[in-house]
């Protein structure tokens, strides 16, 4: 008797454990209007209801994720990057595999208002920009730039003033990757490790009064650029496309952000975007695999989710 109360008490944690009948998602505040839309689209199609979306980062969504198995637990989370190998490592801890989805391609975006003057940078010039510290004459010392002709005198004479993504951005980590890295491995010769290796001084950005972080959502980033024209912002080309009557591109190495540029690789900060899936929810929570072929289908080449802003595969 004793031995069967137990098998009833263990079959009743295992179905509490899957009692959630709507996907849940978590992740990238990139990708969250593709997701948002596939996620409208399968719950219009009636046999299951639309996902609940949270937009927290790519790092949020993945320490998240990799919490462990079970309804407190997201089913998917979108990244604005791969994950890394300690994401990995914790998933793996926690009992969770992912499963990798790469769903297209996006852009950085380092952009003004429309009223402001439109510019012409390098990724050098940027780093020299937002860097907590930065090379003279084979050292480091902390960033004395305050305006942007410092750097080049070419470059307007107006305050040093960027809108940054937080640290838990995917955005953050790409652009961290893709233009402070590079810049000190490819311009400078850094190695990549060590005390003077460029994961150690070129992955912070300056601390003092002209880098602004702000939230997840970058439509509050738009906002902040249409009120101030000498404001500049990082954030991913398809809120930059879906609001080219307010904001434009700077062009980055003599490339403009465009579709073009992104999928033929010409701009210099272009990644790619992802979605992970949990293994162990597979098959319990319903509607995920009808999600997953649903995402697939509207990322395709003239599809819908192309129609947003997201370059293709």
Same mark, same amino acid.
Request: charge should be neutral; proline fraction near 5%; aromatic fraction near 8%.
């Given at each position: ?85 300690? &994401?990995? =490592? ?6 969770? $595999? ?5 769903? +297209?391609?996006? /852009?950085?975006? #380092? ?104 939230? &997840?959502? =970058? ?6 650029? $249409? ?5 500049? +912002?990082?954030? /991913?080309?398809? #809120? ?74």
């Amino acid at each position: 008797m004793k031995k069967t109360l137990l098998a009833i008490a263990a079959l009743a944690v295992s179905t509490s454990a899957f009692a959630r009948d709507q996907i849940k998602i978590v992740g990238s505040s990139t990708v969250y209007p593709f997701a948002t839309v596939v996620a409208e689209t399968l719950g219009r199609m009636g046999d299951y209801k639309a996902p609940v979306i949270e937009s927290t980062g790519s790092g949020g969504g993945m320490k998240m994720f990799c919490k462990g198995v079970g309804v407190d637990t997201p089913d998917f989370t979108n990244s604005s990057r791969q994950i890394k190998q300690s &994401e990995i =490592d914790l998933c793996k801890k926690n009992g969770v $595999t992912p499963i990798e989805r790469l769903i +297209g391609f996006d /852009g950085i975006a #380092f952009a003004n208002s429309k009223e402001g003057e439109k510019v012409s940078l390098t990724k050098e010039e940027i780093f020299k920009a937002v860097s907590k510290v930065v090379r003279v004459n084979g050292g480091w010392i902390p960033n004395p730039y305050t305006t942007w002709n410092q750097i080049n005198p070419d470059l307007p004479n107006i305050k040093i003033d960027v809108l940054a993504p937080p640290p838990t951005s995917g955005t953050r980590d790409a652009f961290v990757e893709l233009v402070m890295h590079k810049t000190c491995k490819n311009d400078y010769g850094m190695p990549k490790k060590g005390a003077d290796g460029y994961k150690t001084m070129c992955s912070s950005l300056r601390e003092d009064g002209y880098i602004t972080e702000v939230g &997840e959502n =970058d439509n509050v980033v738009i906002m902040k650029l $249409t009120a101030e024209k000498q404001r500049f +912002g990082i954030f /991913g080309f398809s #809120f930059l496309d879906n609001n080219r009557d307010k904001v434009q591109g700077a062009t980055i190495n003599g490339v403009d952000v465009d579709f073009e540029t992104i999928a033929d690789g010409s701009y210099p900060i272009s990644r790619p975007l992802y979605f992970y899936m949990k293994k162990e929810h597979l098959g319990k929570i319903p509607g995920m695999e009808a999600y997953d072929e649903l995402f697939k289908r509207m990322a395709e080449p003239e599809g819908k989710l192309e129609e947003l802003g997201l370059i293709t595969k």
